[in-house]
């Protein structure tokens, strides 16, 4: 466990650990890397002093400066914002649930929030906006599903929210299947193509929404932070110091809901950065709090870099990002399962 260190100046202090500071500026940095390297990407190679004068309105009008602010930039802020959005919403999920497993993707809420998406394009034809509106609302709507059917003795957190979660989830999942297989081909086609999760044809469109709607949640889930970081000494206790735990729980829950379901909407249904996001910050820093910051940066990061793999390495096809994320998610399950202490 790293110290913690208290920055005082009048009658109030801010306490920190700087451990867990200097993993958060690495990440940053880490970060800017990777988006000159993305920026760089793609059949028109730019080296990073090209894409910097062209951020800067530096180069010439060309179709270098087109390719970056009409479809690479705005294709890296999606992955940016639906990275901090999972990362963050995977480290409140795990500390409600106090198992490591409790991510969106595994207990369900991504699963609902496609579910939502799909029957919009199965059954109704709809276009982008009204497949993401559908997103957010079915995911919000399988968040207060799982949590009426996880209360028990008063408390809706536990293995019993993960549990119920996954039993939502594959309830879900089959009814997706069969949305798929009895609608015609090419609705067919295009919910697979949603379903597979990509950063293809993001435009300002995708940017804009997800950007203003974390911009009204994430103060609210830093806001309730340090009641989080109380919970996980149990409800008992953290009754005893004055925090309602039942209604912070429902919060956090529902918070946690609205950013998995803004970058499901933002990017489809994005496997794995909920899940070991969180899990990989709080091991970087040490820290016994929850990881909402260094979770969600580390979020970020692991899907530029899952986007620049999926670029670097299809040379036929530009594989989605979701699979991509997918593949690498299965393989760090297993070395959790076979490494973790608690699950």
């Known amino acids: 466990m790293s110290p913690v260190h208290a920055l005082r100046w009048g009658g109030r202090s801010v306490r920190y650990r700087p451990r867990a500071v200097l993993v958060c500026l690495l990440l940053v940095i880490v970060g800017l890397v990777l988006a000159a390297i993305l920026l760089g990407t793609g059949t028109l190679a730019l080296g990073p002093g090209e894409v910097l004068a062209h951020l800067l309105g530096c180069g010439p009008e060309d179709t270098a400066q087109r390719v970056i602010h009409r479809v690479r930039l705005p294709r890296l802020l999606t992955a940016c914002l639906v990275g901090s959005a999972l990362g963050m919403a995977g480290a409140i999920f795990q500390s409600i649930s106090r198992n490591a497993l409790g991510s969106p993707d595994v207990i369900g809420f991504t699963t609902g929030a496609a579910s939502g998406a799909i029957v919009q394009i199965m059954l109704f034809d709809a276009g982008p906006l009204a497949t993401a509106v559908a997103a957010v609302a079915a995911g919000l709507a399988t968040a207060l599903l799982v949590l009426l059917l996880a209360r028990k003795g008063g408390s809706s957190g536990g293995y019993r929210l993960v549990l119920v979660g996954i039993g939502i989830g594959?309830?879900?999942?089959?009814?997706?299947?069969?949305?798929?297989?009895?609608?015609?081909?090419?609705?067919?086609?295009?919910?697979?193509?949603?379903?597979?999760?990509?950063?293809?044809?993001?435009?300002?469109?995708?940017?804009?929404?997800?950007?203003?709607?974390?911009?009204?949640?994430?103060?609210?889930?830093?806001?309730?932070?340090?009641?989080?970081?109380?919970?996980?000494?149990?409800?008992?206790?953290?009754?005893?110091?004055?925090?309602?735990?039942?209604?912070?729980?429902?919060?956090?829950?529902?918070?946690?809901?609205?950013?998995?379901?803004?970058?499901?909407?933002?990017?489809?249904?994005?496997?794995?950065?909920?899940?070991?996001?969180?899990?990989?910050?709080?091991?970087?820093?040490?820290?016994?709090?929850?990881?909402?910051?260094?979770?969600?940066?580390?979020?970020?990061?692991?899907?530029?870099?899952?986007?620049?793999?999926?670029?670097?390495?299809?040379?036929?096809?530009?594989?989605p990002i979701g699979l991509m994320t997918g593949l690498l998610g299965g393989v760090y399950l297993l070395w959790l399962l076979g490494h973790g202490k608690r699950l």
């Open 170 to 319: 594959a309830s879900l999942s089959g009814l997706n299947n069969l949305l798929l297989v009895s609608g015609n081909l090419d609705q067919a086609m295009f919910a697979q193509l949603w379903l597979a999760g990509s950063l293809n044809t993001r435009t300002w469109s995708h940017v804009l929404p997800a950007g203003c709607a974390l911009l009204l949640v994430v103060p609210l889930a830093l806001y309730h932070a340090r009641r989080v970081n109380l919970l996980e000494m149990g409800d008992e206790m953290a009754s005893q110091l004055g925090v309602p735990t039942e209604r912070t729980r429902r919060v956090m829950v529902l918070t946690a809901v609205a950013l998995t379901a803004v970058a499901t909407a933002s990017a489809g249904p994005i496997a794995f950065i909920a899940l070991a996001g969180p899990q990989i910050a709080r091991r970087l820093t040490r820290s016994p709090e929850v990881p909402l910051v260094s979770g969600a940066l580390l979020g970020a990061v692991l899907l530029m870099a899952a986007d620049l793999m999926s670029q670097r390495l299809a040379t036929s096809v530009n594989l």
